[in-house]
Nanobody, 125 residues
Framework: VQLVESGGGLVQPGGSLRLSCAAS????????MYWVRQAPGKGLEWVST????????YYVDNVKGRFTISRDNAKNTLYLQMNSLKPEDTALYYC???????????????????WGQGTQVTVSS
């Protein structure tokens, strides 16, 4: 099983980034997918969830209206479009998967079945 995140980088406040997560080794289309993040010196924060079919998405309040989660089951890929980025969005972003369908995810990595190594997002001028 592999989850490989990409698309992170350094961006100015107000900018945009699109994260991708390429999945392999499991039946992607049957798993709930999640984005979680860990800011420097802080605990893990759940960010967003999408259901297996892609028709339902959920967000933590502080990214609503700015982030959009999506998935392409034909390509086994998860995305996170991040707009209007703020310095407080700076974190290591992980994609994670679980057969358990909790819309609000978890702040503990062990709750998830699989997770990647993360991609760093830094928002700074």
């Amino acid at each position: 099983v592999q989850l490989v995140e990409s698309g992170g980088g350094l961006v100015q406040p107000g900018g945009s980034l699109r994260l991708s997560c390429a999945a392999s080794g499991f039946t992607f289309s049957t798993y709930w997918m999640y984005w979680v993040r860990q800011a420097p010196g802080k605990g893990l924060e759940w960010v967003s969830t999408i259901n297996p079919g892609g028709g339902s998405a959920y967000y933590v309040d502080n990214v609503k209206g700015r982030f959009t989660i999506s998935r392409d089951n034909a390509k086994n890929t998860l995305y996170l479009q991040m707009n209007s980025l703020k310095p407080e969005d700076t974190a290591l972003y992980y994609c994670a998967s679980a057969t358990r369908g909790n819309p609000w995810g978890s702040s503990t990595l062990d709750w998830y079945d699989y997770w990647g190594q993360g991609t760093q997002v830094t928002v700074s001028s």
